[in-house]
């Protein structure tokens, strides 16, 4: 029987997203999501969901950016004190 490409997008569809397009989707993640749920669905989706790039929209979007940032910051960390600190 032969092997179509939907059968094997069935079984791995994630590798045939561009990493792009999985960052633009995890831009719309609820956060709890991409720290918990996200990164034991594959290597791709923790990278993508571990992206600097993507939290620190995610920290510039709720204002969570430090006053006078320079430098190296890691923004899911940068994230989490933020908003653990709030709650």
């Known amino acids: 029987m032969?092997?179509?490409l939907i059968d094997i997008y069935e079984d791995s569809p994630n590798e045939y997203l561009?990493?792009?397009l999985l960052l633009h989707i995890f831009s719309y993640t609820p956060p709890k999501d991409l720290l918990r749920g996200?990164?034991?669905t594959c290597r791709t989706w923790r990278?993508?969901?571990?992206d600097q790039f993507l939290w620190k929209d995610k920290c510039c979007r709720e204002?969570?950016?430090?006053?006078?940032?320079?430098?190296h910051i890691d923004w899911i960390e940068q994230y989490k004190s933020c908003t653990y600190a709030k709650h």
């Open 47 to 50: 990278q993508a969901g571990r």
């Open 38 to 40: 996200v990164s034991g």
């Open 63 to 71: 204002g969570l950016v430090p006053e006078g940032e320079t430098g």
């Open 18 to 20: 561009p990493y792009e």
């Open 2 to 4: 032969a092997c179509t």
